[in-house]
């Protein structure tokens, strides 16, 4: 087991029955907790604010100001948190504003414990490297 600090996550979504899956994602993927849930994209930069989560898992379509503007404030807020936009768009059907924000995509239907794992991994230097020391 690894003495590696789990990874907190915020959850920012209209939809509760979506929220809840990623409850049950989050309690399977070893190493994930949840930090918090936000409902809106004003909801979401605060808790940010507050909680300071490893990763945000944000819908693209809220009520208020949208996924887009609410990830890129948080990652500009506190660059080290990784923003995840989470939609039903296949890639190929994305919004341009989605495409050109920088931040990562994903389906929601996609949504699994080795997907996490996957997105975090891809963020974070291996131990023992550069960024490490």
């Known amino acids: ?54 990763l945000v898992l944000m819908d693209v379509n809220l009520p208020g100001i949208n996924g887009v503007v609410a990830g890129s404030r948080i990652r500009q807020d506190a660059p080290g948190t990784v923003v995840v936009l989470c939609s039903t768009y296949g890639r190929t059907d994305l919004p341009a504003a989605v495409a050109d924000s920088g931040l990562d995509y994903l389906c929601k239907e996609d949504l699994a414990p080795n997907v996490l794992r996957d997105i975090w991994h891809r963020h974070t230097p291996p131990p023992g490297s550069a960024q490490d020391l």
């Open 1 to 54: 087991m690894s003495s590696s600090p789990a990874v907190s996550v915020l959850v920012v979504d209209d939809q509760r029955p979506f929220r809840l899956a990623v409850r049950a994602v989050l309690r399977r993927a070893a190493g994930f907790v949840l930090a918090g849930e936000a409902e809106t994209g004003e909801a979401a930069l605060t808790a940010a604010a507050e909680l300071r989560p490893d």
